[in-house]
């Protein structure tokens, strides 16, 4: 684990893998530290701000340094449910790639529970883990110059919904009508980091 200044109010922490990135991310967010002032986690980074003049980088210094990161706290995360339905273009491939047929993927795209690990790439995308193995894939040889809004896709270890129409080099597997991100909104994003999502079949 690195330790980046980020201006004179912040620091940048490297994590070796994303698991160490989001118990990190749980450490600080559980401690409720007034100091803090936002929490930014990605795939192996967390930004954390604190408020100018504070002092309080040296107290997550300490309180990361001291933690069980192999236990992180659990937090009080919400759960969130996305209704979907699953006729994405790459539906057929997914199965045939991973050997099941396409009512075995959505089985097992639904059977699982996913934890928003990081937000980014379009405002309300959230990197969703807890993919099952099976269908963990690459990417696509050649990306889309236009996914629609509310693709739901996956690549690598994770899954998502694509919050606005955009390119995209995700396999999609189905489409929902829930809004991800409304600017307008008091909560613009759905999802945020720590949330538990899980996705239900409408098809």
Known sequence: MRWLPYGPDATLIECSSLEEAGAV????????????????????????????????????????????????????????????????ADLDEVARTAGLSPAEVVD??????????????????????????????????????????GSVGLAGEFTGVYPRSSPGGWRLIGHTETVLFDPRADRPALLSPGDKVRFRSLS
């Open 25 to 88: 991310r749980a450490v600080v967010a559980a401690a409720g530290l007034p100091e803090v002032t936002e929490i930014v986690p990605g795939a192996r980074t967390v930004l954390v701000a604190v408020a100018p003049g504070s002092g309080g980088l040296a107290e997550v210094r300490s309180l990361v340094e001291a933690a069980d990161l192999d236990h992180p706290p659990a937090g009080h995360p919400r759960e969130i449910t996305l209704d979907v339905h699953y006729d994405g």
């Open 108 to 149: 097992l795209h639904t059977g699982a529970e996913y934890t928003v690990a990081f937000t980014g790439f379009a405002p309300g995308f959230g990197y969703l883990t807890g993919l099952p193995e099976p269908l963990r894939q690459s990417r696509l040889d050649s990306p889309r110059t236009k996914v629609p809004a």
